[in-house]
């Protein structure tokens, strides 16, 4: 029912495992199907040959390139459509899954390879036209959390046989397909460390049409749920089957049967194309603009705070300069013997401290120097034979 240039079929599978496939060698149409996931390869190998040479020949051309990738006229992609390329010397990879939205609504996507080391470009477009069928999608979808897988690895068609293979042989149904891949920093996972060559992890959605096997189920019994809330590893009687490549986390599992999912939100309205309409070209203000009075703006502004500052200034001035009782007034309200003990203090303290400026009293030995520059000792000021002690402390006494 579609084109067999776009479908690769896992040979070994007695059940019809469909991942849509297509590689990049011109302008060219591809015929995916809505519920099954499509991988489009940009292969450097067929861009090398629409670039110069190397200048000497018979050298090996290992150009760096990378690609942008677009909907032509805009400059992203669609929602559903996603792409990869871990450096500039490996292919680069269109994938993701159409619903039936997109059926019938031709996509050309815009590749332009850009060589990095001649600067130089080349365009190719890519035709996505999407198709209904009735079979897909499938009503029963397990996804899986691989742990030791990055996305460009598990998008590789090998490997992902391989895993449809251990799934087919777990699940035993009569159709099975990939209906979606994603990373898992795109469910909002960390970047790993570069140790150890820890992996990123990649989710796996899986469609069949039956139901979903004992192994499945067993992640929900009420062991497998407790050990989950504990962070330990659950016991899966399957996981044998897949361990040998494929490091799967049994606590993330998620087991959707789509004919019992109740439809949220039938009646919303339709989000549309994020575009916004053409409404003719830009229409500037007229050059004749009315004027405007600023002088009331200018009054409140500066008059009003102005005034309040000055009755401010006002009170404070007339509070500290006409509200002063000065020292006659406060002398009359004050008791005269109070006044004259204020008075006889007065002149004692200014008598002593005239006395202190008048007498001649010797600095203390322990003040003075006992070596000049020169090194010679200073004899003291007083002999030894004076005596300090019988010097008055006072000019007035004998």
């Known amino acids: 029912?579609?084109?067999p240039q776009l479908i690769t079929s896992v040979s070994s599978l007695c059940a019809t495992v469909v991942t849509?496939?297509?590689t990049l060698h011109a302008d060219r149409n591809v015929y995916p199907s809505a519920g099954v996931l499509f991988v489009h390869v940009l292969e450097r190998e067929h861009f090398k040959g629409e670039f110069p040479p190397y200048p000497k020949p018979g050298d090996s051309s290992n150009d760096p390139i990378t690609f942008n990738t677009n909907l032509m006229g805009y400059p992203d992609r669609p929602g559903w459509l996603r792409y990869i390329q871990r450096t500039s010397h490996s292919d680069g990879v269109l994938y993701?899954?159409?619903?039936?939205?997109?059926?019938?609504?031709a996509t050309i996507i815009e590749i332009i390879a850009y060589n990095r080391r001649t600067f130089e470009t080349a365009r190719h477009n890519l035709v996505i036209n999407i198709m209904s069928t009735e079979e897909y999608p499938l009503p029963y979808q397990a996804e899986f959390y691989i742990k030791n897988m990055n996305v460009e690895e598990m998008l590789a068609s090998?490997?992902?046989g391989d895993f449809l293979g251990a799934v087919k042989n777990v699940w035993q149904p009569e159709r099975l397909n990939a209906v979606n891949i994603t990373s898992a920093l795109d469910r909002g996972g960390r970047v790993p460390l570069p140790i150890n060559n820890l992996k990123e992890g990649v989710y796996v959605m899986v469609g069949a049409d039956v139901q979903f096997s004992s192994c499945l189920r067993e992640v929900e019994n009420f062991q497998n749920q407790l050990r989950c809330s504990q962070e330990m590893e659950p016991v899966i009687s399957c996981d044998k089957k897949f361990r040998a490549q494929f490091d799967i986390d049994w606590c993330?599992?998620?087991?959707?049967d789509i004919t019992k999912m109740?439809?949220?939100h039938s009646n919303r309205p339709d989000p549309g194309t994020g575009v916004l309409p053409d409404i003719g070209g830009y229409n500037p203000p007229p050059e004749s603009l009315k004027s405007r009075d600023f002088f009331a703006d200018f009054l409140i502004t500066l008059a009003v705070p102005s005034a309040v500052a000055m009755v401010l200034f006002s009170v404070l001035g007339y509070s500290m300069c006409c509200r002063r009782?000065?020292?006659d007034k406060r002398n009359m309200q004050t008791p005269d013997i109070q006044l004259v003990h204020h008075s006889s203090i007065q002149k004692s303290t200014k008598e002593l401290r005239s006395m202190s400026k008048n007498r001649e009293i010797s600095w203390p030995l322990s003040t003075l120097p006992v070596f000049s520059q020169s090194g010679?000792?200073?004899p003291p000021i007083h002999p030894d034979n004076y005596e300090t002690t019988s010097m008055p402390l006072m000019q007035t006494q004998t």
Request: net charge negative; aromatic share 4%; proline share 3%.
């Open 1 to 3: 029912f579609l084109d």
């Open 20 to 22: 849509i496939l297509s």
């Open 96 to 105: 993701g899954s159409p619903t039936a939205e997109h059926v019938g609504k």
């Open 158 to 160: 090998e490997v992902l």
């Open 252 to 256: 993330k599992i998620n087991l959707v």
């Open 262 to 264: 109740i439809m949220i």
């Open 325 to 327: 009782e000065g020292v």
């Open 376 to 378: 010679e000792v200073v």
